[in-house]
């Protein structure tokens, strides 16, 4: 009978205790800890430069002697954008690595999936996951500041709009929460600005044959094909729209790098003026005012975190943001921060100006997602990269 | 030492919570929900030795069973739990098709691999019902009017599903149904000659182990409390087939230790971003080439209480 009510009782005692986390968790005299969760691992590990960009920043700003006297030190944590994994790491970092806050998760599964969790125990996640459920409706501790899908697939179709006399759109898309982020939102602006879906086609994940949906979107009539695809399945498609000469002008989603896939064009001819893709930055890539985060990435990243080959990409400094806006809600947050505090701070940020991305970030109590307005990047009549403002608008070297 | 004794392994669990954080308690309740997982897919490709891979199709149809219930009709999760076995056990029915019409080996491979994308195709177009590729946010759970809000809370409902699931699976295995496995698994010819009707005993293992899967969907979709057809891809089949080939074929004992196993290794290395996978694949490798009964096994070795005799004799 002793053993039945010990085990009762420790039962009773299990189920009473509640989980929590208190708010300065991960702040001590010297430090401020941040979880990086990402997928570092699978076939999803071509989004880390995004968890990599914004550790960047942070080691640049150590080196500037941290934000009030504390330095960052950041947990890294792997997710696979797998959910169970995802929720394993995530909850690894705040009960084990008592992290402060998780910064920049690419998946936006395992955002959704993790999200009931922070909202509860009131940890902020600062991220760069396309699904605009993730921030909208608001929840106190969930900022976004970069553009999510609602932005990217609006400015995708606006685009594309934009050229005079195209009402005709086809969807290139994987069947997936990432892609319909994108092409869900394109739909709807193209639905409401009198335009029509004339086709839909799927290529998914590893396809290398991309023939069946080339010729679909040919016979469509269409006049331009929003590619909600991963790199990879880009070009696929690119390649077969090319071989088929098939005329149409292609908007790709955030999940490929411009750059990247230009060069798996050796003769690049076919996408001049053809192939465009949202464009999140206020200047080309590492040059202009995004000079500045170039050095930083090269100084302060290692050789396994920075590119095998080449320059940093778009995803570096798609990233950054993460890490400029906590630092500065840190700075904001006074020399004791609070999770409170801390989230106050970003909803404080009005025309804040990253340096980074297109648009300013403004955020409010009932607005966490920063920024709203983008450009466009693609090759002009003579192959030469070119942002726009919109069709035809391009913007001048020197801005 | 008698067996009977195993059943004071989950007592002895009981107060284990009071000495876990939520991210433990996260871990320890993946690798329970892990345990039918394993013991459905062991009693079809381990018990009935075909080479069925459709595991992942019942997982899913249980879990998305248990989260459209909660979710379309209110219905609280302890409610959903036997719809979400029986869906299981039809899919693992169905699943069973090919393999009455002679299919086996690789084609039974190949044929039922692909039922587990045609139902994985299927959550993400059924948009209405499960959310599509954007997923469902499942409630949370209550049992009799209680919150399982907690992982703790959920502990206890997962402990005392798998020791249901366990014992029902032994009792099964031990009876004339589990030496009917057995011999068909040693020689179908011989098993029907014998006057074993073995097709029925086919669609019996593939339906039970089908439910079995079908309720670690349901304490999948609680614990996890969002559903994506990405849960449900060939990783996943992969991850649960290891279950099997790391805990022990045709082992119930090797379900529990390869669903522990399975879960708990990678985090691990959750620090060491690509490493768990080097070492998960190193793992199967040397199980595959040193144990190739898997780590129960070991067990088997170490005492004979531990060796799992489905048969008389």
């Known amino acids: 009978m002793r053993i039945g009510h010990a085990i009762i009782a420790s039962i009773a005692m299990a189920l009473a205790i509640p989980a929590s986390a208190d708010s300065t968790q991960g702040i001590t005299d010297a430090t401020i800890v941040i979880g990086n969760l990402g997928p570092f691992s699978g076939p999803s590990s071509v ?36 959910e169970a994994k995802g929720i394993a790491a995530a909850k690894k970092l705040i009960y084990e690595d008592k992290v402060f806050m998780i910064m920049s998760n690419p998946c936006s599964g395992v955002a959704m999936a993790i999200k009931p969790m922070l909202v509860q125990d009131g940890v902020p996640w600062i991220g760069a996951s396309a699904n605009p459920k993730i921030s909208r409706p608001v929840s106190p501790s969930i900022f976004h500041t970069t553009y999510t899908g609602i932005e990217s697939g609006r400015a995708m179709a606006s685009f594309a709009m934009g050229k005079p006399g195209t009402t005709k759109i086809a969807l290139a898309m994987h069947s997936d929460d990432w892609a319909h982020g994108y092409c869900d939102n394109a739909t709807d602006y193209v639905k409401s600005h009198n335009g029509e879906i004339v086709a839909t086609t799927a290529l998914e994940h590893g396809a290398t044959d991309g023939t069946a949906q080339a010729l679909q979107i040919k016979a469509s009539g269409a006049q331009a094909v929003m590619a909600c695809l991963y790199q990879p399945e880009l070009i696929v498609l690119l390649r077969e729209l090319q071989k088929f000469q098939i005329n149409v002008i292609v908007l790709g989603a955030l999940g490929a790098d411009f750059d990247q896939v230009v060069q798996a064009f050796p003769n690049h001819d076919y996408l001049n003026q053809r192939f465009f893709q949202p464009y999140q930055f206020k200047a080309k890539i590492g040059s202009g005012p995004l000079k500045k985060f170039h050095d930083i990435f090269v100084k302060y990243l290692t050789k396994d975190e920075l590119p095998k080959v080449g320059e940093p990409t778009n995803f570096y400094y798609f990233g950054v943001p993460l890490a400029i806006v906590t630092v500065e809600a840190f700075r904001r947050a006074g020399p004791n921060p609070t999770r409170e505090s801390w989230e106050k701070a970003v909803e404080s940020l009005k025309d804040f100006d990253t340096g980074v991305l297109a648009d300013t970030e403004t955020f409010g109590p009932d607005k966490h997602v920063g920024v709203e307005k983008m450009y466009a990047v693609g090759l002009n009549a003579q192959g030469q990269e070119t942002v726009y403002r919109s069709w035809g608008d391009a913007l001048a070297d020197s801005e | ?215 670690g969907g349901a304490m999948f979709a609680i614990s996890v409390g969002h559903l994506t057809p990405v849960s449900f891809d060939l990783t996943e089949l992969i991850r649960q087939f290891a279950i099997i080939m790391v805990g022990g074929l045709a082992s119930l004992t090797g379900a529990i230790i390869g669903a522990v196993i399975v879960t708990v290794a990678p985090q691990v290395f959750i620090s060491f971003p690509g490493f768990d996978e080097l070492v998960f694949g190193l793992l199967i490798v040397l199980v595959i080439l040193f144990l190739p009964r898997g780590l129960a096994s070991l067990l088997a070795r170490v005492h004979p209480a531990f060796v799992e005799r489905y048969y008389r004799g």
Request: net charge positive.
């Open chain 1, 47 to 82: 989004f880390t430069p995004l968890n990599y960009g914004p550790e960047a920043y942070l080691r640049y700003i150590n080196e500037q002697g941290g934000v009030n006297g504390r330095k960052f030190t950041t947990v890294f944590a792997d997710d696979s954008c797998n």
């Open chain 2, 1 to 215: 030492m008698s067996r009977r004794l195993f059943w004071l392994l989950p007592l002895a669990l009981l107060p284990v919570p009071l000495l876990l954080n939520p991210y433990q308690q996260y871990v320890l309740n993946t690798a329970l929900l892990y345990v039918p997982v394993g013991i459905g897919f062991n009693l079809v490709v381990g018990n009935l030795g075909l080479l069925a891979f459709s595991n992942v199709a019942y997982f899913g149809l249980g879990a998305y069973t248990s989260g459209v219930m909660m979710v379309q009709l209110g219905m609280p999760w302890w409610l959903t739990v036997i719809p979400a076995a029986l869906v299981g056990g039809i899919g693992g029915a169905i699943a069973s098709i090919p393999a009455l019409r002679g299919v086996r080996l690789f084609y039974l491979a190949i044929m039922t691999l692909a039922f587990g994308e045609l139902m994985r195709w299927t959550y993400i177009r059924w948009e209405a019902l499960t959310g599509g590729s954007m997923g469902m946010a499942v409630p949370t759970a209550t049992l009799f009017g209680w919150a399982l809000d907690t992982d703790r809370r959920r502990f206890y409902a997962f402990l005392a599903l798998v020791v249901l699931l366990v014992a029902i699976t032994d009792r099964l295995l031990r009876s004339r149904f589990g030496r009917a496995f057995l011999a068909i698994k040693d020689n179908e010819i011989a098993a029907a000659a014998m006057g074993i009707p073995t097709d029925r005993y086919i669609v019996l293992a593939f339906a039970w182990g089908g439910a079995v899967v079908g309720v």
